[in-house]
């Protein structure tokens, strides 16, 4: 069972975030069976980036220059849309990028079939009430189904293979790869003590 000085040590966390998730954290590592050390450090890791060392519970979509919101969502403009449209308009991106179901809780669940297979799973309405995502409880309760359930990570974990759980998290393109490791390899150190 993980506590809250090995929250912070593992993922850098402020006291008061990991306060504020901790108790929720391990419940779900444990419903979830994230026990390993292994399984922990890889979770932890990818959770660490995810969400901003668990400071950030929702996607930032607020773009303040057309040409930024063009690099990110290159398809979007492609599509005809105009980048200039959705600067620092952050819910009109999300309608038309997500159809308002952008990243939200401690590992970004995205898409409308992802938030209706985690409220299936955990017994909430997350569909119908997205922000739920962004309360403590369901942020980390939400983040373990994932990890463990959604994108089947436990096997890449017990290998300790970053890699592929990197790509079942957050997509081909691996974005923070370098950094996602270094945060595994930190929370593998704190959690093999």
């Known amino acids: 069972m993980i506590d809250t000085q090995t929250l912070i040590d593992c993922t850098g966390a402020t006291r ?5 998730y ?14 390993s050390d292994n399984a922990m450090a890889c979770f932890l890791g990818q959770l660490s980036i995810e969400s ?7 996607e930032d979509l607020y773009y303040t220059t057309p040409a930024r919101l063009r690099e990110i969502f290159p398809s979007l403009v492609q599509g005809g849309y105009r980048a200039e449209d ?6 009109a991106l999300s309608m038309l990028r997500y159809k308002g179901f952008h990243g939200r809780g401690l590992i970004q669940l995205t898409w409308e079939d992802a938030y209706a297979a985690a409220g299936r799973a955990l017994s909430a309405d997350y569909r119908g009430n997205p922000g739920l995502l962004l309360q403590p409880e369901h942020a980390a309760l939400s ?30 393109k691996r974005l923070k790869l370098a950094e996602r ?13």
Do not use: Q
């Open 52 to 58: 901003e060392n668990l400071s950030k519970v929702e």
């Open 143 to 172: 983040a373990c189904w994932f990890f463990a359930v959604f994108k089947d990570c436990l096997p890449a974990a017990e290998r300790g293979d970053v890699y592929d759980i990197t790509g079942r998290v957050n997509g081909p």
């Open 86 to 91: 959705y600067v620092r308009n952050p819910r």
């Open 16 to 20: 008061a975030d990991a306060e504020r």
């Open 22 to 35: 901790v108790v929720h954290l391990a419940d779900g590592m444990n419903r979830f069976r994230i026990h």
């Open 181 to 193: 490791k270094a945060a595994t390899a930190r929370a593998y150190k704190v959690l093999s003590k």
